[in-house]
């Protein structure tokens, strides 16, 4: 199973959410899949995934995958890499639609991963991929799938029939789906949240980061140092301020060279983020807020898990030291 940030990456990791990764399927994951996806619990929701469930089933749907263009992403918990299920879009090119598909390990059902994982899969749809509506089909009795559906903003549009190999045989499921306008009309405004990190680059090179402590929200990531600009403040001020609070270091606002950003979406606000590089300083960094600390290489740093903000600016980086 990959562990590291670098692994990911080169298994065509895509998509991230606050507690997901969610990537392309290798050969690799085969292992970690026959289990979840050969419980009779979970196939017997499906229309397409037969029981039992073999690692020549396995083999062949990723051939087939590996082939076709439309998005199919297995589903990993941030913090530990575990494989959770599987999410994918079968697009309509006819219609300009995408039919929404996806299965959930029973051990993860309850919390909330699929709603998380799904909703950012439509935003894939409708973000990038420019199409017009997202269809979704689940049997009448799967209420933990209809919710998702729901909370998607999906609305019902009728009943169905779908070939179901897991049940052996055809059966009727409830239709729904969201267009894109209906998405955009009700998706809502986020609040713009202004955060400053900086690049401490000491004499050999090498970059520090912090882990953010347990009790924070993305806790055991890894990230820059910095924090909020608060009101009336400039991003320098407000990054020498915290470089005092957080580190116990001292700079001065020449010191810090401006380098690039990050824009990013999460659920509940966007981040935009001035990035600073500093090579100049007076003390030796000190963890003060309960963090962890590490200087590291720029080539070992995606070894390291980032918040979806911060790993865009690793290649920037490398590419600079």
């Known amino acids: 199973m990959p562990t590291t940030e670098a692994e990911f990456d080169r298994a065509g990791h895509a998509l991230e959410t606050a507690r997901l990764l969610l990537r392309e399927p290798a ?80 051990s993860y059902w309850g919390h909330g991963y699929m709603t998380e994982a799904a909703d950012r899969v439509v935003r894939l749809a409708f973000e990038n991929l420019g199409l017009a509506a997202v269809n979704a089909g689940a049997l009448p009795e799967n209420t933990a799938s209809i919710r998702v559906q729901e909370k998607l903003g999906m609305h019902w549009v009728g009943m169905g029939s779908e070939d179901a190999p897991a049940r052996g045989g055809t059966f009727e499921v409830e239709l729904r789906r969201i267009e894109r306008d209906h998405w955009l009309d009700e998706r809502p405004t986020l609040p713009v949240v202004l955060v400053v990190a900086v690049a401490l680059i000491d004499v050999d090179g090498r970059v520090l980061i912090a882990q953010r402590p347990e009790g924070k929200t993305m806790a055991g990531l890894w990230e820059f140092p910095g924090g909020k600009v608060i009101d009336g403040e400039s991003p320098e001020a407000a990054l020498v301020r ?52 590490a200087w590291v290489r720029p080539q070992q740093l995606r070894d390291y898990p980032m918040p979806p903000a911060d790993r865009p600016l690793v290649a920037m980086l490398r590419d600079l030291l």
């Not at 606002?253 to 401006?258: E, G, K, T, Y």
Request: charged fraction near 30%.
């Open 27 to 106: 050969s690799a994951d085969i292992p970690e899949l026959l289990p979840l996806i050969g419980d009779w619990e979970v196939a017997r929701w499906t229309s397409r995934i037969p029981h039992p469930y073999t690692a020549r089933d396995a083999e062949a749907w990723l051939a087939s995958a590996m082939r076709s263009e439309n998005p199919r992403y297995f589903i990993f918990r941030r913090e530990d890499r575990v494989l959770l299920g599987g999410i994918g879009l079968e697009i309509q090119g006819d219609c300009n639609e995408a039919i929404l598909g996806y299965w959930l390990g029973r």
């Open 242 to 293: 915290e470089l005092k609070e957080e580190l116990d270091i001292d700079t001065e606002r020449s010191c810090l060279a401006p380098f690039t950003f990050a824009s990013h979406a999460y659920d509940e606000f966007h981040l935009l983020m001035p990035l600073y590089v500093c090579r100049i300083w007076d003390g030796t960094p000190k963890a003060r807020e309960g963090q962890e600390l």
